[in-house]
C-alpha cells in the first residue's frame, strides 16, 4: 500500500526530495522502535506545494510576522484564528488576560478588540520567552490564507488530489498539511484511505473548522491523531468530541524536545510506528 505525505508552511525553496528525507528518518526510526516493519509498503509519494503556496501568500497584502487585522475576503475568520491562537496559548501558559488589557481604555478590553489581542499577546511573550522564537504570525498566515482564499486553495489541492486518487494509501499530514488533507479526503468520498495521521495539526480552532466542508467527519476508515504538548500549532493538543468530533483516535503525549512541531520527530515515536505498521502490513 502507498504512503502519501502531506508537508506544511515553511517548505518554498526547499529541495523536495531532501524534505521527503527527513520524514523518511523519522518513519524508519519510529518503524525500529515499534520493532514493527511494515510488509505491504509501497511507494511513498511526496506532493510538493511549498514553493506555489509561498509565490501566492507572498503576494497578499498584510504577510509578517506579527498578528495583523486582516482587511481581506473572509477578514473576519483570519482574525478570530489569531484571537483564539492567541488566547488558548495564553491559557495554557498560565497568563491572565485581565492582566494583560487593564492598561487599555475600557472600550478596547473586550475579546473582540485588536488592541486586546495584542497585549495579550506582548504580556505572553514577556511571560513566556519561547514563544517569541516561534513566530507566531507566521505560523498560521498560510493558514489563513489556503482557508480563506479559494483560488489559493484550489491551486493547492490539484497539486494533490491527483496523487490520492493513484492508489490505495495511508495518508500522513502535518500542520498547514493537516487542513489541506482534511478538506480533500473530506470532499472526495470516493479516495480508500485505511489511516489518516495528523500531526501537529491546528483543526481544533472553531474558525478554521468554520471553513471546512459541512458536517464534519472521520474522512478515512481510521483517524490518529498526533501532539505535542508544546507544540503551539496544535493549541489543541487533543481532536475528540470537545474540540472536533468523536472517534478520533489520540496521541497527545509526544515529547518532540526542542523541536515540539518536527515531523521527523513526530513520526520516530514507537507508538506512531506501531499504527503505521499496522495499517501497512
Known amino acids: ?40 509498503l509501497g511507494e511513498v509519494h511526496y506532493p510538493f506545494y511549498g514553493d506555489v ?28 484564528i489569531d484571537q483564539e491562537l492567541v488566547e488558548k496559548l495564553a491559557e495554557r501558559a498560565g497568563v491572565d488576560r485581565n492582566e494583560a488589557v487593564a492598561p487599555l481604555p475600557t472600550t478596547e478590553r473586550g475579546p473582540d478588540r485588536w488592541p486586546a489581542v495584542h ?33 489559493i486553495q484550489n491551486k493547492v489541492n490539484e497539486l494533490i488530489l491527483p496523487v490520492l486518487r493513484q ?17 480533500i479526503l473530506a470532499n472526495n468520498s470516493d479516495l480508500d484511505v485505511p489511516l489518516f495521521v495528523t500531526a501537529g495539526s491546528p483543526l481544533g480552532i472553531r474558525a478554521i473548522q468554520e471553513k471546512l466542508p ?33 472517534g478520533i483516535e489520540n496521541i497527545a503525549d509526544i515529547d518532540n524536545g526542542d523541536e515540539p512541531h518536527s515531523i521527523a520527530r513526530y513520526l520516530s515515536d514507537g507508538r506512531v510506528g506501531r499504527h503505521l505498521a499496522a495499517a501497512l502490513t
Not at 483517524?223 to 468530533?245: C, E, G, M, R
Request: with cysteine; glycine share 6%.
Open 1 to 40: 500500500m502507498d504512503v502519501v505525505l502531506i508537508h506544511g508552511r515553511g517548505q518554498s525553496g526547499k529541495v523536495a526530495s531532501v524534505s521527503r528525507d527527513e520524514w523518511m528518518v523519522g518513519l524508519r526510526q519510529g518503524f525500529d522502535r515499534a520493532g514493527a516493519q511494515p510488509t505491504a
Open 53 to 80: 503556496l509561498q509565490d501566492l501568500v507572498n503576494k497578499l497584502p498584510g504577510k509578517g510576522r506579527t498578528l495583523s487585522r486582516s482587511t481581506q475576503p473572509d477578514a473576519e475568520v483570519a482574525n478570530r
Open 119 to 151: 497585549a495579550l499577546l506582548r504580556l505572553i511573550e514577556r511571560r513566556v520567552p519561547w514563544t517569541a522564537e516561534v513566530a507566531i504570525g507566521e505560523q498560521v498566515d498560510d493558514v489563513k490564507a489556503y482557508i480563506s482564499n479559494a483560488f
Open 167 to 183: 492508489s490505495r494509501c495511508v495518508v500522513i499530514a502535518h500542520s498547514l498539511g493537516t487542513v489541506v488533507a482534511y478538506i
Open 214 to 246: 459541512i458536517p464534519l467527519k472521520i474522512p478515512a476508515a481510521r483517524w490518529l491523531n498526533i501532539s505535542d504538548p508544546k507544540d503551539i500549532v496544535a493549541i489543541y493538543p487533543t481532536l475528540d468530541k470537545t474540540t472536533f468530533l468523536d
